[in-house]
């Protein structure tokens, strides 16, 4: 990982992250298999309380002392309760084909981020990224007060230029083509295509902070890309969604091993925030409609998405991935990883 700077000392031996893909692909045996192929896994910490993610720390720890764990920071989108109460109606059929109740009032919350601030302050990891917000200054220290390299998701100059004033370590700059949520800070807009290499050799050009490129990257070719650009590491998620050490629930595998569905979509029907997706029935019949308000629609839906995915319906389900999901194959970690970095 030559260049890294803030990373050198973390223990990878290649270039190469595997992003947290909060919800159930990201486990612990993905992490230790990202670390057993010379590369860094991060403990996706979205959605999970502060004591099941110290669990998962704790078995990751036992084996390895290369990770990284990543938060959601608080960025929220409140809902307007005309548009929820409007959306919930027009979903109810949805939910009623599993038996799913749908809240009736909005829940707003900061993803127990106080707690898990708290957990990794008490009980610090190597490394510890940000999605969706900034921490504050004061945040960000308390964790390199603890010994922890700080990294933090951006996906413009203005952002990148936002995350360097608050102190933190390394940018994450990912492009519109990545999977699940986009990490803008302007939720309330769904972002612009841009091509990821330019947007890493723009913000490479502004900053001496370490960069790791996320998005889209599926081959040798697109990572050996924006390596050129200015990027010292590459993440991949997507890439990862079919290896056996994932949490991909069956309806997740089904949709991407089935018949092509045709190009992924940004969308904000399942969470009310911006998430690039396969395109199923749900987001076909409620992506116009969808409104802005997160976490309060991710909420919302919840109920018919887990009851659907018990159910192995890839219909009701987000099925999260990047622009090219079509290149995933049926492989273990170790094995996408090392034909990623073979040509480096």
């Avoid at 273990?332 to 090392?338: F, I, P, Q, R």
Wanted: aromatic fraction near 4%.
């Amino acid at each position: 990982m030559a260049g890294m700077t803030a990373l050198t000392d973390l223990g990878a031996t290649i270039p190469v992250l595997a992003a947290p893909m909060a919800g159930g692909p990201t486990t612990p045996e993905l992490v230790l298999a990202a670390a057993d192929a010379g590369g860094l896994g991060l403990l996706a910490a979205g959605y999970k309380t502060a004591e099941s993610l110290a669990d998962q720390i704790a078995q990751v720890r036992q084996a390895t002392g290369t990770f990284g764990v990543n938060l959601f920071s608080p960025n929220p989108v409140p809902v307007d309760p005309d548009a929820y109460a409007a959306y919930r109606e027009s979903i109810r059929g949805d939910a009623e084909r599993f038996g799913a109740d749908l809240p009736a009032v909005p829940r707003e919350d900061e993803d127990a981020w106080d707690d898990k601030l708290d957990l990794l302050v008490r009980d610090p990891v190597p490394l510890v990224s940000f999605t969706f917000g900034i921490p504050t200054v004061a945040e960000i220290e308390r964790l390199r007060a603890a010994g922890t390299v700080t990294a933090q998701t951006v996906t413009s100059s203005d952002e990148a230029r936002a995350a360097v004033a608050a102190g933190v370590d390394v940018l994450v700059v990912q492009g519109p083509g990545a999977g699940g949520h986009s990490g803008t800070l302007t939720p309330e807009r769904i972002p612009h295509d841009r091509d990821l290499t330019s947007l890493v050799a723009e913000i490479a050009a502004t900053t001496t902070k370490p960069i790791v490129a996320a998005g889209g990257i599926m081959t040798t070719a697109a990572a050996t890309t924006v390596l050129g650009a200015g990027a010292a590491a590459v993440a991949v998620g997507t890439a990862l969604l079919l290896a056996p050490e994932a949490g991909t629930s069956p309806a997740h595998r089904a949709a991407l091993l089935g018949p092509d569905r045709g190009a992924t979509m940004m969308t904000r029907a399942f969470s009310g925030r911006p998430a690039r997706a396969i395109p199923n029935r749900f987001l076909a019949e409620h992506h116009v409609a969808a409104p802005a308000g997160y976490p309060a629609i991710h909420h919302l839906t919840a109920p018919m998405r887990r009851a659907a995915g018990a159910a192995g319906d890839p219909e009701r389900v987000n099925l999260w991935a990047g622009t090219g999901y079509r290149e995933v194959r049926e492989r273990s970690v170790g094995e996408t990883l090392a034909d990623l970095v073979a040509g480096l």
